[in-house]
């Protein structure tokens, strides 16, 4: 079983950043490929980005590339998640996930993650 909590999400002008967290217990964390996904309203949840379980390799949704940069820190079981230049359409609950699978693994696909986190919302208003 492994928990996950995120921190981070909150109000902020359009082009302003934020960095999301997302600590881990209850397992070896570097067994587990991480991600972020988000959700608004009436629509699905949808990836942003991917890390592998040692973070040598990322993938990222095409709406976030050169935008978001997702990083990881295995002694301190965290995923990070940090969020340049924000649009409104950005706004979301984003959830992070993990994926216990092979090393240089990023998956895309919600289904294949394990466990997820409640979720931290990000509004991008002026």
């Known amino acids: 079983q492994v928990q996950l909590v995120e921190s981070g999400g909150g109000l902020v002008q359009p082009g302003g950043s934020l960095r999301l967290s997302c600590a881990a217990s209850?397992?070896?964390?570097?067994?587990?490929?991480m991600g972020w996904f988000r959700q608004t309203p009436g629509k699905e949840r949808g990836f942003v980005a991917a890390?592998?379980?040692?973070?040598?390799?990322?993938d990222y949704a095409d709406s976030v590339k050169g935008q978001f940069t997702i990083s990881r820190d295995n002694a301190k079981n965290t995923v990070y998640l940090q969020m340049n230049g924000l649009k409104p359409e950005d706004t979301a609950v984003y959830y992070c996930?993990?994926?216990?699978?092979?090393?240089?693994?990023?998956?895309?696909?919600?289904?294949?993650?394990?466990?997820w986190g409640q979720g931290t919302q990000v509004t991008v208003s002026s």
């Open positions: 209850g397992s070896i964390f570097s067994r587990y490929a």
């Open positions: 890390i592998s379980r040692g973070g040598s390799r990322t």
């Open positions: 996930a993990a994926k216990r699978g092979a090393i240089m693994e990023t998956p895309k696909d919600g289904n294949e993650y394990d466990y």
